[in-house]
């Protein structure tokens, strides 16, 4: 499968930006998909992600009320809408996915995990 991130942009803080992960080549569905972030100087770190259904959502504790994971499958499309912006949340985002049915925090969170990336998309929040 191959994924194109998409929605990445400038936002002052406390905006809002909406992230898509779109998914092609293979059916969509039977994939977990995760949001990873990557700031200059430091390890990608886990997001959020999702689980086939839509049934389970993770969240790391920053993100927490603010970032919401969706997904239709029918378009074959993850989104990531994220509000409240700060400029911690600035970064290149990325989006993957795994046809393993992921499940427990420590799957989901781990970026070793995850057979098919996107190419990641910039996210800048200015204060």
């Known amino acids: 499968v191959q994924l194109q991130a998409s929605g990445g942009g400038l936002v002052q803080a406390g905006g809002s930006l909406g992230l898509s992960c779109a998914a092609s080549g293979r059916t969509f569905s039977r994939y977990t998909v995760g949001w990873f972030r990557q700031a200059p100087g430091k390890e990608r770190e886990f997001v959020t992600a999702?689980?086939?259904?839509?049934?389970?959502?993770y969240y790391t504790g920053s993100v927490k009320a603010r970032f919401t994971i969706s997904r239709d499958n029918a378009k074959n499309t993850v989104y990531l809408q994220m509000n409240s912006l700060k400029p911690e949340d600035t970064a290149v985002y990325y989006c993957?996915?795994?046809?393993?049915?992921?499940?427990?925090?420590?799957?989901?969170?781990?970026?070793?995990?995850?057979?098919?990336w996107g190419q990641g998309t910039q996210v800048t929040v200015s204060s």
């Open positions: 999702i689980s086939w259904t839509g049934g389970n959502e």
């Open positions: 993957a996915a795994d046809q393993d049915q992921l499940t427990g925090w420590g799957s989901v969170s781990s970026p070793g995990r995850y057979g098919y």
